[in-house]
């Protein structure tokens, strides 16, 4: 009886160390508050955009303890694009990112769900597999919320590099060059920000001028 005992333990004790850790707890508003201030994003990113965004984080299943946060409140002209690392809470990279040429000049106004747009889109994604396009390195993101970027694959909306997507070139244009409908970042960091984020990490693209319209739609935040 003590061995089968023993066994039965053993077994038990094996499955428990076998299961995938939990996801830490939702963050209070006040602890969401204390890591944009101790990330030093003050002068960088929206706090509402960090806030919804770390929100979704707490809410959807994700694989990697990875946040990517696109502002496309801001300029193409200035750094949008924020990947945290959760778990250690450490800002891992910051770049410049394009946006859809049917979204504006050098601010993005204008999002869509809806193919052949040539528009970005808003809202929450996760990152699946990479693959060799014509763009190079590229990352297919899974769109999560109806109606609002779940075309994405439909799309063929991708996260890839891209010469326009330097900031080199917003400095000669005023802008940055634009893509379909892609985040395209400047070549030197796509591959190591794809391979940071890929195979299951949550991405969120955020727009002030349009958050209200967006919050009425989306089943996350």
């Known amino acids: 009886m003590q061995k ?3 066994l ?3 077994f038990l004790l094996i499955a428990i160390l076998a299961l995938p850790e939990s996801k830490a707890a939702p963050m209070s508003s006040s602890e969401i508050r204390q890591l944009y201030e101790n990330l030093q994003l003050q002068n960088e990113v929206s706090y509402k955009a960090f806030n919804q965004a770390v929100t979704g984080y707490h809410k959807i299943n994700v694989k990697k303890a990875i946040l990517t946060l696109i502002d496309f409140s801001k300029a193409s002209t200035e750094e ?3 990947v945290i690392d959760m778990e250690k809470k450490a800002v891992l990279f910051k770049s410049h990112v394009a946006h859809g040429k049917n979204s504006g000049g050098n601010y993005a106004t204008s999002f869509s769900n809806e193919k052949g747009s040539n528009q970005s889109s808003l809202g ?3 990152t699946e597999n990479t693959y ?3 763009n190079g390195l590229s990352l297919i993101i899974n769109g999560l919320e109806n109606g609002i970027n779940d075309r994405a694959k439909t799309r063929a909306v991708v996260i890839h590099g891209a010469d326009y997507a330097n900031p080199k070139q917003a400095k000669a244009l ?3 060059g634009r893509s379909f409908g892609c985040p395209a970042l400047p070549r030197e960091l796509t591959q190591p920000i794809i391979n940071t ?3 299951g990490s949550l991405l969120y693209i955020y727009s002030e001028s ?3 319209e967006y919050l009425k739609s989306s089943r996350v935040i």
Do not use: A, M, P, V
């Open 4 to 6: 089968k005992l023993t």
């Open 8 to 10: 039965l333990f053993s």
């Open 80 to 82: 949008r694009l924020y």
């Open 124 to 126: 929450f994604f996760l």
């Open 132 to 134: 060799q396009g014509k």
């Open 174 to 176: 005023g802008r940055l």
């Open 197 to 199: 984020i890929k195979d």
């Open 210 to 212: 349009h958050n209200e």
